[in-house]
């Protein structure tokens, strides 16, 4: 096991507490004004999972919708969901707006309100990866899949732009003591620990989501405004902890821009995931 692992081992924390913390993170701002441009990972990882049109999927942490859409379009029975009713409703928004029938519910993540294996298969773009209790989260997905079944996961890896993101504005508001960072679902070794002891089969597939604003100040006033984790913690600073954070975000999106000239074009690290459960 690597030492990121080792350092990372879980102490005793309340996740109720922590998850009370994150809704109201998630459900500040408006993620979808951010989600929407993320679309073409949902496509991407519906054609990594070969889904078919009748099959039952669920969309977990499903946030505005993307894979829940582009389930859908590809005829599938989808079901998605979220602990954020606004964020769900904007997904009912997007699939009105393009006639698909897609099922939306509130739902916990780490409590799944579905019977055993009643989906064929399950994803979750960017979404699962931000629970508090891991190891609980990837029980529910297996859960609810049926076996011999597929879950699809997109999760940002530790050492990629959103990684660093993370570790920057945990800087200025730590997390909860024991907590994992949710980008070790970006780890191969920290899956094979969730999913490997039901005897499934993991592959990865390490990919680039590129961002792309009009400027590096652009970028920080839609994050700043919409992205709930980085509206929570500017407002939670004082002055000059805030002019520190800016630089410190301004200074990342500089190392990691790669557009040559004033806008932003900044590819951000990934592991698309398919895992499929044993039959057992």
Same mark, same amino acid.
């Given at each position: 096991?690597?030492?990121?692992?080792?350092?990372?081992?879980?102490?005793?924390?309340?996740?109720?507490?922590?998850?009370?913390?994150?809704?109201?993170?998630?459900?500040?701002?408006?993620?979808? /004004?951010? %989600?929407?441009?993320?679309?073409?990972?949902?496509?991407?990882?519906?054609?990594?999972?070969?889904?078919?049109? %009748?099959? #039952?999927?669920?969309?977990?942490?499903?946030?505005?919708?993307?894979?829940?859409? #582009?389930?859908?379009?590809?005829?599938?029975?989808?079901?998605? @969901?979220?602990?954020?009713?606004?964020?769900?409703?904007?997904?009912?928004?997007?699939?009105? #707006?393009?006639?698909?029938?897609?099922?939306?519910?509130?739902?916990?993540?780490?409590?799944?309100?579905? #019977?055993?294996?009643?989906?064929?298969?399950?994803?979750?773009?960017?979404?699962?990866?931000?629970?508090?209790?891991?190891?609980?989260?990837?029980?529910?997905?297996?859960?609810?899949?049926?076996? %011999?079944?597929? /879950?699809?996961?997109?999760?940002?890896?530790?050492?990629?732009?959103?990684?660093?993101?993370?570790?920057?504005?945990?800087?200025?508001?730590?997390?909860?003591?024991?907590?994992?960072?949710?980008?070790?679902?970006?780890?191969?070794?920290?899956?094979?620990?969730?999913?490997?002891?039901? %005897?499934?089969?993991?592959?990865?597939?390490?990919?680039?989501?590129?961002?792309?604003?009009?400027?590096?100040?652009?970028?920080?006033?839609?994050?700043?405004?919409?992205?709930?984790?980085?509206?929570?913690?500017?407002?939670?600073?004082?002055?000059?902890?805030?002019?520190?954070?800016?630089?410190?975000?301004?200074?990342?999106?500089?190392?990691?821009?790669?557009?040559?000239?004033? @806008?932003?074009?900044?590819?951000?690290?990934?592991?698309?995931?398919?895992?499929?459960?044993?039959?057992?």
């Amino acid at each position: 096991m690597s030492n990121m692992l080792q350092a990372a081992a879980p102490q005793k924390i309340d996740h109720e507490a922590i998850k009370l913390r994150q809704h109201g993170a998630w459900s500040s701002g408006d993620y979808a /004004i951010v %989600g929407t441009t993320l679309q073409i990972v949902g496509e991407r990882l519906c054609e990594a999972l070969d889904l078919r049109s %009748g099959q #039952a999927v669920l969309d977990v942490a499903a946030g505005n919708g993307n894979a829940s859409l #582009a389930a859908a379009r590809r005829w599938c029975n989808v079901t998605s @969901t979220d602990y954020v009713a606004a964020l769900l409703e904007r997904g009912r928004e997007r699939a009105a #707006a393009e006639r698909l029938d897609i099922s939306f519910r509130e739902a916990d993540a780490e409590a799944l309100p579905f #019977a055993d294996g009643h989906f064929d298969a399950v994803m979750s773009t960017f979404g699962v990866m931000f629970t508090p209790d891991q190891e609980r989260a990837a029980a529910e997905l297996l859960r609810v899949c049926r076996h %011999g079944g597929k /879950i699809g996961l997109a999760n940002w890896t530790p050492d990629g732009f959103i990684g660093h993101l993370l570790k920057t504005i945990g800087k200025y508001v730590p997390p909860a003591p024991g907590l994992r960072s949710p980008a070790f679902w970006g780890n191969e070794e920290r899956l094979a620990e969730l999913f490997g002891s039901a %005897g499934a089969s993991i592959q990865t597939t390490r990919r680039d989501f590129v961002f792309r604003y009009r400027s590096p100040e652009h970028w920080l006033q839609v994050f700043s405004s919409y992205y709930g984790p980085v509206l929570k913690v500017f407002g939670a600073l004082d002055q000059p902890a805030k002019a520190a954070l800016t630089r410190d975000l301004m200074a990342l999106v500089e190392q990691f821009n790669r557009s040559g000239d004033a @806008t932003v074009v900044v590819p951000s690290s990934y592991l698309e995931v398919v895992v499929t459960r044993g039959l057992n």
